[in-house]
C-alpha cells in the first residue's frame, strides 16, 4: 500500500485529490458527495472501527499527555475574542455550582467544525446553504464528530525540532509557510509512516514560544498576526487529501501562515467547506514532542471528545493522547 493507504471497513472508492470535481470559479477541488449524499462528517469517515483497535496497541507505558492549552489561554485572547467569566454560586450549606458567562468556544485550543466556514455562495461543506448552518439549523454541527468520535492513531510531524536540530529554529513571531516538501522532509528523518485515518499533528513551534513568554511577551503574541504554519495554496490541500487522513491540528492559532498569500488562497476554505477535513488550532504538542524525541516514536493513541454541543459551529479540543 502507498503512504496514506490502509484497508478500511466497507471502503468507499475515494478519488486522488486530481480526480475530484473542480470549482472554476473559487479554484478549489470539492469533495462533496464522495462520502455519500447528506454526508456531515468529511474525512473523519476514514477513522473506523479497524483503525482504532490497531491504534490501542500503541499503548505501550499508560503515559497520558495532555494537548489542550487550559481554557483560560491565551490571555489576552486572540482574534478579538473576550475573556470568559466564571461565576461559583453556592447552592446551599454543603455545595456549589458554577457557569460561565460569554465563552468563545474556540478562545483556546480548539476544533474547528464544518459551519465555521463557507465557499462563498457555494455554501458549506457539501453546498449545504447558510440558513441550515446559522442558528437553528439541523445540518453541521460539531455534534457530529462527537457521534463519530476523534479517536485513533496521532502522527506528530515535528517541524519545529526539525528545523531546529539543522541550525535554524523557528521564530514564532515570524511568517514561515511551512511547505509539503519540508512536512515530508520531517516525516522521513522522524521516519514515521502516515496512514488511512491517522489524526495529524503538527509542531510549528508557535506554542513554545508562547508559552515561555511572560505576561508583556504575551499581549505581544495576541496583537502580532504573523506565525508559521502551512502554506496555504493547492500542493497542501492535494497532500493532506491523498494521505486519507481523518483530521489535523496544529499548535499555532490558524493552521495555516498569517499573513497569508493572496496567490495562495486560503486552506480553510480549501480543506473545512470544500475537502471536509477537520482542523485543529492552538494545541499544545510540547510534552509530547520531548517523549517521542526520547523514545524515537512519533505516534500515540489519541482521543478526542468535542462538546456535544448540538449545532455547534467550534468546540474546545479536549484532546490527550497516550503511549
Known sequence: MRLGEREEENPVKVPDYDDLPLNTELGMRNSWGVFGE?????TLNHLDGAARVAASALIKRGRVFNLS???NLPD????RRKKYEHHIVPLGRNEQDDYVDQFYLQV????DGFRHVAAREFGYYGGTQAERTGEGGDRLGIERFVEHGLVGRAVLLDVAGHLAERGTPVEPLTS?????????ATRLAQGVEIRA???????????????AADSEGRVKFAKTFAFPGLYAGEETARYLWNLRIAAVAADNPALEVAPGDKAAGSLHRRILPMLGIPIGELFTFEELAADCRADGRWDAFFAAVPLYLPGGV???ANAVALK
Not at 483556546?108 to 476544533?111: E, G, P
Not at 514561515?176 to 515530508?184: C, D, G, P
Not at 485515518?197 to 508559552?211: F, K, P, V
Open 38 to 42: 447528506g454526508d456531515e462528517r468529511g
Open 69 to 71: 492549552l487550559p481554557l
Open 76 to 79: 489576552p485572547p486572540l482574534f
Open 108 to 111: 483556546s485550543s480548539q476544533w
Open 176 to 184: 514561515l509557510a511551512i511547505t509539503v516538501e519540508l512536512l515530508e
Open 197 to 211: 485515518g491517522d489524526l495529524l499533528l503538527i509542531r510549528t513551534g508557535w506554542m513554545q514560544g508562547y508559552l
Open 314 to 316: 467550534a468546540s474546545p
